[in-house]
């Protein structure tokens, strides 16, 4: 079992419709979540962090952390052409080693 | 400069050469990493620094692979005798502290190809 996973895609949703991304993770004494958009040939960027469970809201991103089941999710809201990307989950596993999902693939279509 | 920095951001080697990237974090960042990135994967831990401290290494796929942070601030990862499976984008990234939730903030990376 990988230690972050993610479904490959490619997801494809309509211009303003709802994009769900989500990633599982492996260690339950991760404590620190983040997801990051990477375009094509570019480097990631981040998007938004979590460590508490719930939901936070950034804009139009919403990051959803539910680490009894040890799931991390990211809803992008009005979805545009331009949040086409890649979208890498990334969890802290223990001391500052990061480990990044494979990433999921978003197509927006106009 | 504003952000993270390397160089070369492109770099062709003969299998069997050696390589020495460099990255400049951004001025003041404590924290530095290295990443190696395959096509279609996301980007795999190499190793981590904290200020002139190398803390981990368990990342490096191989003993030749060498990564230094001498002054605290540019870090060079090293390829020796390199090998086409070490084909990749290596990413550098850098926070402003120690922290395990410090924002990463990635350089452009440099894409090497080993013929």
């Known amino acids: 079992q990988k230690e972050v996973e993610q479904n490959s895609g490619p997801l494809s949703v309509p211009e303003g419709a709802i994009a769900s991304l989500n990633c599982t993770y492996s260690?339950?004494?991760?404590?620190?979540f983040f997801w990051y958009r990477q375009y094509s040939g570019k480097s990631p960027e981040l998007i938004m962090f979590i460590y508490s469970n719930g939901d936070k809201e950034d804009g139009r991103f919403t990051a959803q952390l539910n680490k009894a089941s040890q799931y991390v999710s990211l809803l992008i809201r009005d979805s545009q052409p331009s949040d086409s990307a890649t979208y890498l989950c990334a969890v802290n596993i223990k001391g500052f080693k990061t480990i990044f999902g494979a990433g999921t693939r978003l197509f927006v279509k106009a | 400069g504003a952000g993270v920095s390397q160089s070369p951001r492109y770099k062709v080697a003969k299998r069997g050469q050696d390589v020495a990237l460099r990255c400049d974090p951004i001025?003041?960042?404590?924290?530095l990493f290295w990443y190696q990135q395959a096509l279609g994967q996301g980007p795999e831990f190499l190793t981590y620094?904290?200020?002139?401290?190398?803390?981990?290494k368990s990342g490096l796929p191989s003993d030749r692979f060498f990564a230094e942070r001498p002054e605290g601030s540019v870090s060079t990862l090293k390829i020796q005798r390199t090998q086409q499976e070490d084909s990749a984008v290596y990413l550098c990234?850098?926070?402003?502290?120690?922290?395990?939730?410090?924002?990463?903030?990635f350089g452009p990376g440099t894409r090497l190809l080993v013929l």
């Open positions: 620094f904290q200020n002139e401290a190398q803390l981990d």
């Open positions: 990234a850098s926070s402003l502290g120690k922290g395990t939730q410090e924002t990463q903030y």
């Open positions: 001025s003041g960042h404590v924290s």
């Open positions: 260690d339950r004494g991760s404590q620190s």
